[in-house]
C-alpha cells in the first residue's frame, strides 16, 4: 500500500505521523484547551545589567485546560510560541504533571518570554506528553515589538 503525506508545520513545531491497516490510532488525552491571550500580544525588548538581550510581554496569555471525562487525568503540557517553551509564572504554577480532576479546568498563566520576537501572525502551540502522537492544539496570536527597556538590576 501506499500511504502519502504532506504537512505544513507553524512556527518550528514539529509532527508525528501514525499509520495502521490493522489498529486504531491511539486516543489524545480527553483535555480541552483554551488559550486567552492579549491581542495584539506585545513584546518589549529588555537587556539585563549584564548585557543578555531578550523579549518579554506583560501580556495576558493564559492556557484553560478542561477534563472531559469522567475520571481523574494527569497531563504534562508543553506550551511554546515561536518554537520556545514558554514558563508558567510563578507562583501560580501547579504540581507537575498536572491532575486534573473530572469536569474541572486547569488554569496555567504563562510568563511571555521569548529570545526573539518576531512581528507578525504566530500561534500559541500546546501539546501533551501524554499523547503518543503529540498532537498539537494551535491558537492564533499577532505580536507586535515594542519599545527597548532596561531590567532594573536586583
Not at 489498529?23 to 525588548?45: C, Q, S
Not at 508543553?78 to 488554569?107: H, Q
Not at 498563566?109 to 520576537?117: K, W
Request: hydrophobic share 40%; net charge negative; with cysteine.
Amino acid at each position: 500500500w501506499l500511504c502519502e503525506v504532506s504537512v505544513d508545520v507553524p512556527d518550528r513545531g514539529g509532527v508525528r505521523v501514525s499509520a495502521s491497516i490493522d489498529a486504531p490510532l491511539p486516543e489524545p488525552p480527553p483535555v480541552t484547551v483554551k488559550v486567552v491571550v492579549d491581542e495584539p500580544l506585545v513584546f518589549m525588548p529588555t537587556t539585563t545589567p549584564t548585557g543578555l538581550t531578550y523579549a518579554r510581554s506583560s501580556g495576558r496569555l493564559e492556557v484553560h485546560l478542561t477534563n472531559v471525562s469522567s475520571g481523574t487525568v494527569i497531563v504534562s503540557p508543553t506550551v511554546r510560541l515561536l518554537g520556545e517553551i514558554l514558563p508558567v509564572a510563578s507562583p501560580s504554577r501547579p504540581a507537575w504533571p498536572i491532575t486534573i480532576d473530572a469536569g474541572k479546568t486547569i488554569t496555567l498563566r504563562m510568563n511571555p518570554v521569548l529570545a526573539n520576537a518576531i512581528e507578525g501572525p504566530h500561534y500559541v502551540q500546546v501539546a501533551f506528553a501524554e499523547d503518543p502522537l503529540g498532537r498539537l492544539h494551535l491558537h492564533p496570536v499577532l505580536i507586535e515589538r515594542g519599545a527597548a527597556a532596561t531590567q532594573p538590576a536586583k
